[in-house]
């Protein structure tokens, strides 16, 4: 193969694919390159996303919601059932038909636009080619040309020397989504997003989890107020998190991972059946790049670009989890749209000031924009409203009544600095707040806003008008 293209993508993750897709559709010869296979040995597209993140936890997470309802919920609802119980096979196999279902869509959605989908393992060359490895025969190598190459490597678990990945006992994100039966004590280290969710649906589906997170602070990434809450939520429905404490060693015996670790109260051992390390992500640019092909990397792997994803070498983009930014699926798609279309000679830009976070746990925590912390960091004077979901009709109907949402706004202007939801739904919540970042709206053009009833978004209307002291179905503080 010596193929010449005008754009050629390294990497079908969110970013990856979403790039390659808009660029062939921008008329641009597209192809995108990438060697990611499942344990079945199988090629598939979608990354760490559709295989092994965002989609697959998802779904079992919906799973277990729905057996934790089962189990907890409906008879208060005047369901009766028997007692529930658990085929964690059945529920692999669903994750699993969502997963091909998706990675599949993929490769329809490139044939479609005619992006050309080649497998192997791919890397940027010196003179500006990319330098194609057989993922079946690594001595085959062949050759692309291309006008424009966007790198989308994405990222992998980070691996802690004391804990070392054993794929059995041992094991990263990717790994927990495997599971064949609900270990019936479950080790976490790492408090983070992942940490949660995971720990989330094992314990959701009889697990003993206790979470080992290194900060003093719990969520210390997000508004306090929430992160507290959602602690004390957490806490309720008997996740162990330990603070502040630091794993020094991770030993296989015969009854199972002994996880020996330190807080401030001196060194503990805990005994688990099964250890998931979920400390966060590193970008995945080992050989990735030639030496002396010019783009640039900081000291913990991530390419360098600027504000539009520009390495500083001609024609060369880099995009999604290898680059600056928080390591989002959403975060990374937009930067590829955004790059497929500068490279088509378009105006498009992104604003990083409005990227959502979400936490999938229930409740699910969402926000966009400032923490409460951050604007009292920056000296920036605002306003708060808060309203909480026990007062709203729609959340109590629910029997979710947790949580609440919180906005920010500047005290002289009036516009929505950040938005902080914990609660029913937040997931889906938070694209208001988002949309109306986005158009630089104040609180009152939420005030103002129609929002039907019952719905759990009255909650997003009430918190705009307390901000103002002006909520109508709470106390104004």
Not at 322 to 350: F, I, Q, T, W, Y
Request: with cysteine.
């Amino acid at each position: 193969m010596n193929e010449s293209y005008d754009v050629v993508v390294i990497g079908a993750g969110p970013a990856g694919y979403v790039c390659a897709i808009r660029a062939a559709q921008n008329g641009l010869k597209t192809a995108c390159v990438d060697n990611w296979k499942n344990p079945d040995g199988k090629h598939a597209l979608g990354g760490t996303c559709l295989n092994a993140g965002c989609i697959p936890s998802k779904a079992l997470l919906e799973s277990s919601e729905m057996f934790h309802k089962a189990k907890h919920e409906f008879a208060s609802h005047g369901i009766k059932l028997g007692t529930p119980q658990v085929d964690v096979q059945v529920m692999q196999a669903r994750k699993s038909r969502i997963v091909s279902s998706l990675t599949g869509g993929i490769a329809a959605l490139f044939k479609s636009n005619n992006v050309t989908g080649i497998q192997g393992t791919a890397r940027l060359l010196k003179n500006g080619s990319v330098e194609v490895s057989d993922s079946g025969d690594p001595k085959k190598k062949d050759i692309i040309q291309a006008r424009h190459i966007v790198l989308a490597s994405g990222s992998e678990p980070v691996e802690l020397k004391v804990a070392p990945f054993d794929g059995k006992d041992i094991v990263d994100s990717w790994g927990a989504l495997e599971f064949t039966s609900v270990p019936k004590r479950l080790g976490i280290i790492g408090g983070g997003v992942i940490g949660l969710e995971l720990g989330s649906v094992w314990h959701r589906l009889g697990s003993e989890v206790a979470i080992i997170e290194a900060m003093e602070n719990f969520l210390f990434m997000a508004d306090q107020q929430i992160a507290q809450a959602a602690a004390r939520e957490f806490k309720k429905q008997g996740l162990n998190v330990r603070l502040g404490s630091k794993v020094t060693a991770a030993i296989k015996g015969k009854d199972g991972v002994r996880v020996q670790y330190e807080d401030k109260d001196g060194r503990h051992d805990l005994t688990v059946d099964k250890l998931i390390v979920c400390v966060g992500r590193k970008p995945a640019t080992a050989n990735l790049l030639e030496d002396g092909c010019g783009v640039k990397t900081d000291s913990r792997g991530f390419i360098q670009v600027d504000d539009e994803c520009r390495t500083g070498v001609r024609n060369i983009w880099a995009i999604g989890d290898c680059v600056r930014g928080p390591m989002l699926a959403h975060k990374g798609s937009e930067e590829g749209v955004m790059v497929a279309d500068l490279m088509a000679g378009k105006v498009a830009e992104m604003n990083y000031d409005v990227i959502p976070s979400i936490i999938y746990t229930w409740p699910e925590i969402a926000w966009v924009g400032k923490t409460e912390e951050e604007l009292k960091k920056q000296a920036i004077r605002y306003k708060a409203g808060s309203f909480p979901f026990a007062a709203n009709g729609r959340a109590k109907a629910m029997e979710a009544p947790a949580g609440m949402v919180k906005i920010l706004a500047r005290a002289d202007t009036d516009e929505i600095l950040g938005v902080h939801i914990l609660g029913p739904m937040a997931s889906e919540l938070i694209a208001e707040a988002v949309v109306a970042m986005e158009f630089r709206a104040s609180a009152e053009d939420i005030q103002r806003t129609i929002h039907a009833h019952p719905t759990l978004s009255e909650a997003m209307h009430e918190a705009s008008l307390a901000a103002d002291k002006r909520a109508i179905h709470a106390i104004n503080r």
